[in-house]
Each structure stands twice: as C-alpha cells, then as structure tokens.
C-alpha cells in the first residue's frame, strides 16, 4: 500500500504532449466524492422545525447552570471546559470571558485546598491562558520538588496528569516547568492505559487514549466536538441539558456545512470542471472541493462564519490547481508569462498565456469579482484587495 500512494505522488511523465513537449503528470486519484454534494441522492439538508426551538431551551438551561456555579470556582471551570469541549461555547461567550475574568480577577482568594488540586489548577491554567489570559506557569511550581521535577506521587492521579497534559500545550517558549510537565504526563497517561489503573473511570480509558493521539489544542475543533460527545455521554455525572444541547447542535451545524458543501460543489463541480471543462484543460491538477472545504472548517467552524467558510473554500480550490500549475505543467518561460498576468490582474494580460494558464486566469479572477460582490453588502469590498495581495506574495515560493 505504501508503495502504491509513494507512487501516485511522484510527479511522472504525461502521455499527452502540449506544443509538442511532454509535461510532468502526478497521476492524482479522482475526487472519491463524485457528485454526492449534487445529486438527488444527498439527504435533505432541512432542519426539523422544532429542533432550534429545543435548542434556545437547553441554553437557556444550561445558561443557568453556569450562573449557578458563580461562587463555585472549581465546578465552574470543569462545566465551561466541557462547554468548549462539546463544541458550543459559541452561544456562551459573553458568559464564559465573564467567568474567567471573575476567576482570573479572584485567583487569590480561591480556597488553599482547590489550589492543592492538580487537575483544578492545571485546568484553570488552561482555560485562562486559552483566553490570552496572562497567568505563570509558577502556578504549578507547588506541584514540583527540590530539583524541579514532578513528585511522583501526582503520578497516581490520572485525572490530574491528563489536565496537566492538556495545560502543557499552552506553553510558551523558555517556560521549562511545563516542557517537563509534558513529559511527566506523557510517561504516566501511557503508563495508566498499559497497566488499566484508569479502568476506575467509565469511558475516561478511552478519552486518555484520545488525547495523547490528539491533544485539544492541537485537535480540529468539530472532530474533537464529536469525540468528546462520546466521552462525555459516558460520564455518569455529565448534565443531561448540555448533553442533549450538544447532540442537537451538533446536527444542526452538520446540516449547515452540507449546505455550504453543496454551494461550493456547485461552483467547483457544475461551473469550473464542467461548464469551462477544466477536467480537461487542467486534467493533471487535483479536484479536491470537500478536502478544502475541511481546511477551512477547520479555520472556523461558528456559524456566523458560514460565508468566511465558502469564500476560503473556494480560494483553496483555485490555489491547489494553482500549485499544480508551477509543480506539474508550467515551463520557465511560461511561468514567468504567468506571474506577470497575474500580478497586473488584467484581462487583457492573460492573452498571450497558453490556453490551459488564460483559462485558470478566467476562473481565478472570476472567483475573486464574485467574491467582491459577495462581502460588499458587508460594507468590506476592499477586503479583496489582500486577498489579492495574499496571492501575489505567493507566487515568489511556488517559482523557487
């Protein structure tokens, strides 16, 4: 298998020549979806009536489940973790940087015996640093001995390590308490899943597991959402609102990027690779709509951001064929032709290109007019002018 995929990224020779020379061909797989995000057969992206309404009441719900735990600094840190976790506190913002300053403003009056917990303090680092927060690592200098090392008699506290763990990620550069925090988290959450000292715990085994692979700093905010719906449902004292909160909002958010994937798909499949028959002038490059769309859910996932989403989507698209372009088909001289088109941005430049680089022109400034049109109601249209900028600083890189 390995030699297989090793293959297939090597560029190769292409059979079909262009001007009479043949041109280097990566042989890329086809686009595994086809046309799911356009054909009849996708599932209807219609949201049941009734299922926003259940949501506003469970946030309401959950809401005060927050205001609750004002004088209850520890319960209230674990309830907004697992808010984030979940992938909903986009509808608690306000009510969330409102508790973490209040935590952040109230630190020293927090009770000796929560700072002696190591997952209450590494979790309250965590959250704090995660909202730009400015709190030392010297908060976890309690936890360390003569030498600076972790006592190991924090090893024994699996929930401890897995919240040091997570806090670690928040390191910044010379903080070396937390370079060591990793390691002696890393070493012992390895140690719990081998010898099954987490099997107290329903599920949490399985959740250690997950964080070691994928940290949440790290982890892709939707998948991780996922993950953690899972995790959490196994937790006998999770909240049943935030529970079913989650669940709902989850699947109403997945019925909106299936919307967002059916415009893009729309764009990318119907107009640029049939209605242009870019699959054919630009048969070597990669059609890889719903990958790119996931590097910008990726970016941002709230669903204010839904247009954000469409138009990155989009620019990625048309940059992937544009990487093709200087890795797999264009000569010097025609590259050099190329970048002088697209630098001046005039139609009447794009003349003089060969046939395969005037029609990814067409599509390229075609996308960004359309663009334009799209964030002008915004009041923003001179937005296009860096994104434009973003694409000419590029062009040096993919040349060398």
């Not at 686009?31 to 009849?40: A, C, E, H, R, T």
């Not at 489940?65 to 973790?81: A, G, H, N, T």
């Not at 196994?234 to 109403?252: C, G, R, T, V």
Request: hydrophobic residues 40%; glycine residues 4%; negative net charge.
């Amino acid at each position: 298998m390995d030699s297989q995929v090793s293959y297939l990224l090597i560029p190769q020779k292409s059979s079909s020549p262009i001007n009479g020379d043949t041109r280097r061909s990566a042989n890329f797989p086809p686009n595994i979806w086809g046309d799911y995000f356009l054909s009849g057969t996708f599932r209807s992206t219609e949201i049941e009536d009734n299922i926003e309404e259940k949501v506003e009441a469970l946030e309401e719900e959950v809401r005060k489940l927050l205001f609750s735990y004002v004088e209850k600094s520890s319960q209230q840190l674990s309830l907004i973790d697992s808010i984030q976790r979940l992938g909903i506190a986009y509808h608690f913002d306000t009510e969330i940087n409102e508790a973490l300053d209040h935590v952040y403003k109230n630190y020293s009056f927090v009770s000796n015996e929560s700072q002696k917990d190591l997952h209450i303090v590494a979790l309250k680092f965590h959250l704090l640093r995660q909202q730009r927060y400015s709190i030392s690592c010297e908060i976890f200098d309690k936890f360390t001995n003569d030498e600076g090392n972790f006592k190991e008699s924090l090893a024994n506290e699996v929930r401890g390590m897995l919240s040091l763990y997570e806090a670690s990620h928040m390191r910044m550069h010379g903080e070396d308490v937390l370079e060591r925090a990793l390691t002696f988290s890393t070493i012992n959450l390895e140690a719990a899943i081998n010898n099954g000292s987490h099997e107290g715990s329903c599920g949490f085994g399985a959740q250690v597991r997950h964080a070691l692979k994928w940290p949440v700093f790290k982890a892709m905010p939707r998948l991780a959402a996922r993950s953690y719906i899972s995790f959490y449902e196994e937790d006998p004292l999770h909240h049943p609102a935030l529970l079913s909160m989650a669940k709902l909002d989850f699947n109403i958010l997945q019925k909106l990027y299936q919307k967002e994937l059916h415009e893009i798909s729309r764009m990318c499949c119907l107009k640029w690779w049939k209605e242009l028959k870019l699959v054919e002038k630009l048969c070597f490059a990669r059609d890889r709509c719903v990958e790119c769309y996931t590097w910008a859910l990726g970016t941002y996932f709230e669903p204010k951001y839904s247009l954000g989403r469409i138009i990155l989507s989009k620019i990625v698209v048309i940059t992937s064929v544009l990487d093709d372009i200087f890795d797999l088909r264009g000569t010097f001289e025609e590259l050099q032709l190329f970048i002088h088109a697209i630098e001046r941005w005039d139609d009447n430049c794009i003349d003089q290109l060969p046939k395969y680089m005037k029609v990814y022109c067409e599509v390229l400034m075609d996308t960004y007019r359309r663009i334009e049109q799209n964030i002008r109601k915004d009041g923003i249209p001179y937005a296009t002018h860096y994104a434009k900028e973003a694409i000419y600083s590029l062009l040096p890189y993919l040349y060398s």
